[in-house]
């Protein structure tokens, strides 16, 4: 069946540092992936998606590629801030539902 | 307007209240679900709705009761629920089950404490 596997946290992370979570995921076909973040105490908000093979998604200076090969989503992004301290969700679409991942908790500290 | 509304933000209940809980989307989409998540783990599927008729219950529990009045609206009916029952219960709509590119829009979530 479909699932995700994601790295697990907490990270904890200086400001301005690199940030890598991997995630990776076990499908039949080729599902939409994406990469949700929840702020502590609100609901979950999509941060990017990558819809085949080789797309790259990008929002808020965060980036993950849809890696066929690897069947791999991994988040990156080159310089985190304290504001981006939250839980960070990788999911892939089944048919009628998402599929998460565990989750990873990042915390960036001045 | 990518929005999802919940209210209410918070409710606290007693075992044997009955309460609902009420999400509404302007997004036009025709795929409405509710989601509960415990602290520290993802969200966990309760039930879907596609073009209004419930199209998945996830073996939850009938003290649970959802409600799909029309293409905008979902409700969650909560009646003699139990301590462990305590979440964040979480609504989102999609274009459809299928289609589109296939993510999920998220309100901000009704947090539950069940006394």
């Known amino acids: 069946g479909n699932s995700v596997t994601q790295m697990e946290g907490p990270v904890t992370l200086s400001e301005e540092a690199f940030l890598t979570i991997n995630c990776t995921y076990t499908?039949?076909?080729?599902?939409?992936l994406f990469w949700y973040v929840q702020y502590p105490g609100e609901g979950l908000q999509l941060l990017l998606k990558?819809?085949?093979?080789?797309d790259k998604g990008s929002n808020k200076g965060f980036e993950a590629t849809y890696r066929k090969e690897t069947t791999s989503f991994h988040l990156e992004k080159g310089s985190v801030q304290v504001s981006d301290s939250a839980v960070y969700f990788c999911a892939l679409r089944g048919y009628n539902k998402l599929i998460f991942g565990a989750g990873t908790r990042l915390a960036v500290h001045p | 307007d990518t929005e999802v509304t919940q209210t209410p933000k918070h409710l606290v209940m007693g075992m044997t209240n009955k309460k609902s809980l009420k999400c509404e989307q302007h997004m036009g989409h025709r795929a409405m679900y509710w989601y509960k998540q415990k602290a520290k783990k993802p969200p966990e599927l309760m039930f879907v709705y596609s073009y209004e008729k419930l199209s998945i219950n996830e073996s939850v529990p009938s003290r649970f009761s959802p409600e799909c009045p029309n293409s905008s609206l979902l409700n969650l009916h909560l009646h003699a629920l139990q301590p462990e029952d305590s979440a964040l219960y979480l609504c989102?709509?999609?274009?459809?089950?299928?289609?589109?590119?296939?993510?999920?829009?998220f309100g901000e979530g009704s947090r539950l404490t069940v006394l």
């Open positions: 499908a039949t076909g080729y599902p939409s």
């Open positions: 990558a819809t085949k093979a080789d």
């Open positions: 989102a709509s999609s274009q459809g089950l299928a289609g589109g590119t296939g993510e999920l829009f």
